[in-house]
């Protein structure tokens, strides 16, 4: 079975500083990996997904991540985070034929001043 | 493009009161469309998938017939909570996938529910 483990709940950071928001996979099969951001009492807004070819994915608001298939990662990271980027952090993969999400518990990045 | 619409934002209703979400697909046809409840400060569940024209697949643990679905068409999928009760009160998000072999869902906005 397919699962998700984002390692950090909470990652306070200040405005300026870089950062870097872990999420760790299992599967047996090839998979499909997204990061999404939700602000508060919103829905969610993809960042950026790995479906093939390079292993650095870079989406929107400067964000970036890097699928490591040896050691099943898909980390975010922003190398100079803004207040605006105060959200909750959810990574996800796809796999398998029946194409659902397997979601990760989420992470809280707080960015302070 | 794969713009995603939920109706209501909020909603507030009565206990025992029936309330019905509907999810849009703008400008695609979604032969998969899943919904999804999330929880304060918690991850999304997923409740359950629907397919255009068939039963939805309800995910275990959640009851179908409180959780009523129907995908009546390739761009609308409705999701009626029956009886409302206060512990129905949540954050419903759908997404739609616009193809089987599609590897992406795009989401709504969600809608707010608050039974009193």
């Known amino acids: 079975a397919q699962s998700v483990t984002q390692l950090d709940s909470q990652v306070p950071v200040f405005e300026e500083a870089p950062v870097e928001l872990r999420c760790n996979y299992s599967?047996?099969?090839?998979?499909?990996l997204f990061w999404y951001v939700q602000y508060p009492n919103q829905g969610l807004q993809l960042l950026l997904k790995?479906?093939?070819?390079s292993t650095l994915v870079k989406g929107i608001n400067g964000f970036e991540a890097e699928f490591n298939k040896s050691q099943t990662s898909f980390h975010l990271r922003k190398p100079s985070v803004h207040i605006s980027d105060t959200a909750e952090y959810f990574c996800?993969?796809?796999?398998?034929?029946?194409?659902?999400?397997?979601w990760g518990l989420g992470t809280s990045l707080a960015v302070n001043p | 493009g794969a713009v995603v619409s939920q109706h209501p934002s909020r909603v507030i209703c009565k206990s025992g009161t029936s309330v019905k979400i509907e999810c849009r697909s703008l400008?695609?046809?979604?032969?998969?469309m899943f919904w999804y409840r999330q929880f304060p400060k918690k991850s999304l569940m997923l409740m359950a998938t629907?397919?255009?024209?068939?039963?939805?697949?309800?995910e275990q643990g959640v009851e179908k017939d409180k959780f009523l679905i129907n995908h009546a068409s390739l761009t609308l999928s409705t999701l009626t909570v029956t009886s409302a009760h206060p512990e129905d009160s949540s954050f419903y998000i759908c997404?739609?996938?616009?193809?089987?072999?599609?590897?992406?869902?795009?989401f709504g906005p969600g809608t707010r529910l608050t039974v009193l």
């Open positions: 997404s739609a996938r616009p193809g089987l072999l599609y590897n992406e869902q795009f």
């Open positions: 400008d695609f046809q979604a032969t998969t």
């Open positions: 629907s397919n255009e024209g068939s039963k939805a697949t309800y």
């Open positions: 599967s047996s099969v090839s998979v499909y």
């Open positions: 790995y479906l093939s070819g």
């Open positions: 996800a993969v796809n796999a398998g034929n029946n194409r659902k999400l397997i």
